[in-house]
């Protein structure tokens, strides 16, 4: 019999083997801890995260289809459209587009059907961001075939939205490419610069000419429509809407019907005609050749014939008449100033011309290698004579003529609204001859600035200023694009010139049309005008730049015109000469129906001069 030994009285036998110890402590911190850890993490998830994760959540539920603002219209003096907007149809896709499933399929379908790379199309949703909200242009104006395309595969394409939207357009074309310029689309770095102005992807930006001048004013607002959308994508309903603010108009000075006279009277040649109000600058017409259509950059994408056309090695998109070259003898302006109010010389002095002058050991030419006998200012200006005013510049002195320069507006810029665009030209001195050549100025360097030639630069602008201010009565404007009602003063300052010599400047170019290089513009079919021709040599082996600049009514001028041939051989009197007169033909006969006889074609007109 086995024996069981029973407990002892009064004890008792503990058979617990959890809990023993300090496991209920540890249990107790352990789930302590955790449940600490899970408040942390909602916590951060909801305050430190919560803005992120509500905007990613809102992004799939709610989303932002912008509407973009309406740019500025653009017109002419008179009221007549320059630059407009059309509404072609561009393809949208959603910042995420890429990240999805489907991206496999709806890539390469795209890339067929737009012929555009996946790889710019991923670069663009990538530049937007994943957490964007709003639409991603990848392609604009597309065609009513690719339209079709899309269409057809809809099925396939979960996401991609076509819309309409607002693209710049330009009426005339070619004819004023350079004073309007284009818009185009930010590249990226300039949207990184232009962020905190309020740009976006895709935004166009004025890339040139007014449409840059005057984006601000131009570019209006941007608005859009908050919306609902279901789970497949679907809109369910408008949440907000804020209206996009078009831009303002712009009212230019320009007069379209003289900016196409000027175009058509460039012709072949490649150069420039400026056309302004002498009595306060307003620029009326402003050519430039070779030039391109601004309408090619409203494209996604320019193709390989576009952009040849701006690309050229005849350099299309610069404005030649922002461009310097030497002046010629339509500087003789400046030097017939600088002799008559340094008082080196008098209104009624006369000076024997030469065939040729000769100044330490150079010989310097007559134009006519002969001479014209004994000359005074006005008819030395008729003339063009060479020896004339190299005589005055040797008396005058290099600082009296380099400063009379400045005073006329040459070797800086003249403030119209296209800085960027525009050369200063220049006008050379002592120190910029040491700094370059690292040799003193001369009296030769003085006899060639004299005729205008040299290292001298002047643009067609600066040109069409310094013939403005015999024309005015010797004051220097300010040319402007931006049509107002400020008084001319306003736009113009005095250079103080004795009555005395623009009496005389008045006289001799007057003289260049009557009887001297200019009689082609001796003609009843505009106004009694007074002009300067100019005649530039361009280097060794290449073709001479050629200049004329007029301003009529003579008596009471109305309108300046400068025109420049770049590398036109030739005279200025014979190449520059009918094409200021086209310009002003246009001119008169708009303004003045049936005072003047009509034009008549260029072989029946008065030859006159071929001189310079």
Avoid at 105 to 126: F, G, T, Y
Avoid at 277 to 286: F, I, T, Y
Avoid at 359 to 379: C, D, I, Q, S, Y
Avoid at 602 to 610: D, M
Wanted: glycine share 10%.
């Amino acid at each position: 019999m086995d024996f069981i030994p029973s407990a002892l009285p009064g004890s008792k036998k503990d058979t617990r083997t959890v809990g023993r110890g300090f496991q209920s402590v540890f249990l107790i911190i352990f789930t302590l801890i955790m449940t600490a850890v899970i408040d942390a993490r909602l916590a951060y998830l909801q305050i430190v995260e919560g803005p992120k994760l509500r905007q990613r959540a809102e992004s799939n539920r709610i989303r932002m289809i912008p509407k973009q603002p309406e740019r500025g219209n653009i017109f002419d003096r008179n009221g007549k459209l320059l630059a407009s907007t059309r509404y072609p149809h561009s393809v949208y896709l959603w910042p995420m587009a890429h990240t999805k499933p489907s991206w496999s399929i709806v890539a390469p379908r795209l890339e067929k059907i737009l012929n555009i790379s996946q790889d710019d199309m991923e670069k663009k949703l990538k530049l937007a961001g994943a957490n964007s909200s709003s639409l991603v242009r990848i392609a604009r104006d597309i065609s009513e075939a690719e339209i079709t395309a899309l269409k057809e595969y809809a099925n396939e394409l979960p996401g991609v939205e076509i819309n309409t939207e607002a693209v710049r357009y330009y009426p005339e074309g070619l004819a004023l490419a350079h004073v309007l310029g284009y818009t185009r689309e930010l590249t990226p770095e300039q949207l990184e610069k232009r962020k905190q102005e309020g740009y976006r992807l895709g935004d166009v930006i004025g890339q040139m000419g007014v449409e840059k001048a005057y984006e601000n004013i131009l570019r209006g607002e941007w608005g859009g429509q908050q919306v609902e959308v279901d789970g497949a994508g679907r809109p369910i309903r408008v949440l907000g809407e804020k209206q996009a603010k078009a831009g303002n108009d712009l009212h230019l000075t320009i007069d379209i019907n003289l900016q196409k006279a000027a175009d058509q009277a460039l012709g072949k040649y490649q150069g420039a005609v400026v056309a302004i109000d002498p009595n306060n600058g307003a620029v009326l017409a402003m050519a430039s050749h070779p030039t391109f259509d601004p309408n090619i950059f409203s494209k996604q994408k320019l193709s390989q014939k576009d952009w040849e056309s701006v690309q050229g090695k005849d350099h299309p998109l610069v404005n030649r008449a922002l461009s310097a070259f030497p002046p010629a003898s339509t500087f003789k302006i400046i030097t017939a100033s600088a002799g008559l109010e340094t008082g080196k010389f008098s209104p009624d002095t006369v000076l024997q011309t030469f065939g040729s002058l000769t100044v330490g050991g150079v010989t310097f030419g007559e134009w006519n290698h002969a001479g014209f006998g004994p000359l005074g200012f006005p008819r030395a200006l008729a003339m063009s004579s060479d020896t004339f005013f190299y005589q005055v510049g040797r008396r005058v002195g290099g600082p009296d003529l380099i400063a009379w320069s400045r005073k006329y507006g040459f070797g800086q810029k003249t403030g119209i609204e296209f800085p960027n665009e525009e050369s200063k030209g220049l006008v050379p001195d002592e120190t910029w001859k040491q700094k370059v050549f690292k040799m003193p100025w001369t009296v030769g360097d003085t006899i060639n600035m004299s005729i205008g030639q040299g290292a001298l630069q002047v643009t067609p602008l600066q040109s069409a200023i310094m013939f403005s201010v015999p024309a005015n009565g010797g004051y220097r404007v300010k040319p402007h694009l931006l049509k107002d009602h400020e008084e001319a003063k306003n736009w113009r300052v005095s250079l103080n010139m004795k009555p005395s010599t623009i009496k005389v400047l008045r006289d001799g170019l007057r003289k260049v049309v009557s009887e001297g290089t200019g009689k082609r513009l001796d003609v009843p079919t505009i106004a009694p005008a007074s002009g300067k021709s100019g005649t530039a040599e361009a280097g060794v082996g290449r073709p001479n730049h050629t200049w004329f600049g007029a301003y009529a009514p003579s008596d009471k001028p109305e309108i300046v015109v400068v025109a420049f041939g770049e590398n036109s051989g030739d005279h200025g009197g014979t190449v520059c000469g009918p094409m200021a007169l086209q310009v002003l033909e246009a001119y008169f006969q708009h303004k003045y129906p049936g005072k003047y006889q009509k034009p008549v074609s260029e072989g029946n007109q008065n030859s006159g001069s071929t001189g310079d």
